[in-house]
């Protein structure tokens, strides 16, 4: 352990968070002492809640986010639930049968626990039970019992998956949703079945609220607040012991959602969680006046800016595809302008058609807890003719280790770095201690060049006395220029790299997919050789690409680099007294 940089790590953290991490702990440690103590105290908290009613109508209008969130996390890979086999981001397990389920197995993830929680939030249920098959109910209820008799409170580690607040949070929501569905779909009740399940849920709002994440904060202590809301949707009125939820649900929106709308933590894929957070809130609702429409509309417009003319979301950050809908299925895309940007969250998007850029000029997510961060800053991804053509590494894995690291790191993305020097510095799976930031650049005097355009600056090698600029023009149906600037010692070497997805074939420096051909030329430095490179759009599966590096001249005190991204003939790159204007006003900006 490196005290200066726990320091640098701890420094940031907000009072709250630094008493309930004492308190949070010194709980779960107790819990794990006096396992049956606790259960009972749980059990007594549980037994003053009335139970759910799965036919109640604000629980159906809960129902219906969560289940085209699980639907789109599992689909219809539900059949071989009840003999032993799921799908579990993306990893197939096959345990030989339902009561042999390890729930606390590794699952090839090492020291981080996600396949785990991903077994024991159950959301796979909701799909399953929506069905409407009498079956299915009583799998449910197998599993249940699978997990209650494998995960003792006086197991090391349970509070870190299994029960984990967050994970007991998602099955209550999982749970009540499934019933209300299979309510929905089945006239044949199964009371005694239903209510085994009932129990559990309650004694989960129960645990839940005895168990907040204030320590955390952010999209965990949001969903416990949402997975009480969702069970005050399944009951007459609002229990006394949930009455807090009116004040605490607007502070935790107010802390995730910015004012331009965006998600705090800077990921596109918990953006769209938090959203469908919302929509559950206003199903449910609790509270009734949290202004959620508004804050629904603005999260719908950051949206936009976030996303490519495929429909999905830009992989910042801790972000992959097939975790929640598809962005297109959240909000109208087509609504975005030209030029579309989020000042507070730190995005800028400028595109027309099937062409497109987005680009990140922000902080790496909230001082007090930046765990998703990667080092990304001033990065691109790029659509050409509607498919992505410039793309971000994505997520191999959260177990801390090699591989966790090289994906955040600055290397790794498509953004001007020092070579041998990070930006932000990263330590296990989600610690950040000393971070640069980043900032747009909205000088008017870089418009002229291109017909669209976005600038910004990094900060994260200050103390090596070098700071990053750059500039992305496009013109739209022809061609981008990406310029790139180091002002400072060149003591370490500088350069910037690009990630191109294999399904674009290469040739020499051109790429072509179906019709479209994109060339690449140096109009300032020297364009490397492409290299094999990988990459994983969804979590933990790797895909092949190709990565173009790109290497900056000197020019007087500072060192810059252009790349020309063109697929038009008619596209015409900049002269070199264009060009040279351009870095000089870049350079005072």
């Known amino acids: 352990m490196s005290l200066p940089r726990l320091w640098r790590t701890v420094r940031h953290l907000s009072a709250e968070q630094v008493l309930y991490r004492a308190i949070c702990r010194g709980r779960r440690v107790a819990m794990q002492i006096a396992p049956e103590t606790a259960r009972r105290m749980i059990e007594h908290a549980a037994a003053a809640l009335p139970l759910p009613d799965p036919a109640s109508p604000r629980l159906a209008a809960v129902a219906r986010p969560v289940l085209a969130l699980q639907t789109a996390v599992h689909g219809d890979r539900l059949d071989g639930i009840a003999a032993g086999r799921f799908e579990l981001l993306n990893r197939t397990f096959d345990f030989g049968g339902i009561d042999r389920i390890p729930w606390r197995g590794e699952f090839h993830e090492g020291n981080n626990p996600l396949r785990r929680m991903t077994l024991a939030y159950m959301g796979y249920a909701v799909p399953l039970l929506a069905r409407g098959r009498p079956s299915d109910l009583r799998t449910v209820r197998r599993l249940l019992r699978g997990l209650d008799g494998a995960n003792p409170w006086s197991e090391p580690g349970v509070f870190r998956d299994v029960w984990n607040p967050y994970a007991a949070s998602h099955r209550l929501i999982n749970l009540l949703a499934g019933l209300s569905l299979w309510r929905a779909a089945n006239d044949v009740l199964a009371p005694e079945v239903e209510a085994e399940i009932l129990g559990h849920v309650r004694f989960c709002a129960a645990f839940v609220r ?22 005050a949707s399944a009951l007459p009125t609002l229990p006394p012991s949930f009455a807090f939820l009116a004040r605490a649900i607007p502070r935790a929106l107010a802390r995730n959602v910015l004012a331009d709308g965006g998600h705090a933590e800077r990921c596109p894929m918990y953006h769209v969680l938090s959203m469908l957070d919302v929509d559950v809130l206003r199903a449910s609702g609790v509270p009734r006046d949290a202004g959620l429409s508004d804050i629904r509309q603005r999260m719908e417009d950051a949206l936009r800016v976030m996303s490519h003319p495929d429909g999905d979301i830009a992989l910042f950050n801790d972000s992959w595809l097939g975790e929640a809908p598809a962005a297109r299925d959240m909000t109208d895309l087509a609504a975005v302008p030209e030029t579309a940007r989020l000042p507070e969250t730190g995005y800028v998007r400028i595109g027309r058609g099937g062409d497109a850029v987005v680009f990140d000029c922000g902080p790496c997510g909230p001082d007090d807890n930046p765990g998703h961060a990667h080092a990304d800053f001033l990065s691109v991804e790029a659509s050409v003719g509607g498919a992505r053509f410039i793309v971000d590494p994505g997520v191999p894995t959260y177990t801390a280790g090699a591989a966790r ?55 994260g090698y200050a103390r090596l006395g070098v700071e990053a600029s750059r500039f992305v023009g496009l013109w739209p149906g022809q061609a981008m220029l990406v310029c790139d600037l180091w002002r400072g010692p060149d003591t370490m070497p500088a350069a910037a790299g690009f990630l191109i997805p294999a399904a674009w074939k290469r040739d020499g420096l051109s790429f072509t997919q179906g019709p479209r051909r994109v060339r690449l030329t140096a ?17 933990g599966v790797d895909e092949a690409a190709h990565r173009v590096g790109i290497r900056p001249e000197r020019a007087g005190t500072a060192r810059r680099a252009a790349l020309w991204v063109a697929w038009s003939d008619a596209a015409r790159p900049p002269d070199n007294a264009s060009l040279t204007a351009l870095f000089d006003k870049l350079e005072r900006c």
């Not at 790191?409 to 001007?416: D, F, I, L, M, V």
């Open 523 to 539: 109009l300032a430095g020297v364009l490397e050789e492409p290299c094999p490179a990988r990459y994983w759009p969804r979590f």
């Open 405 to 459: 690291d090289e994906s955040r790191s600055a290397a790794s993305h498509n953004g001007p770095y020092l070579v041998g020097a990070e930006p932000i510095e990263f330590w296990r799976s989600f610690r950040v201690g000393r971070r640069g930031r980043a900032a747009e650049i909205t000088d008017e005097a870089l418009s002229g060049m291109a017909p669209l355009w976005c600038a910004g600056r990094q900060d």
């Open 210 to 231: 005895a168990n907040r994440e204030r320590e955390l904060q952010y999209n965990h202590l949001l969903k416990n607040y949402v997975a009480l809301a969702a069970y």
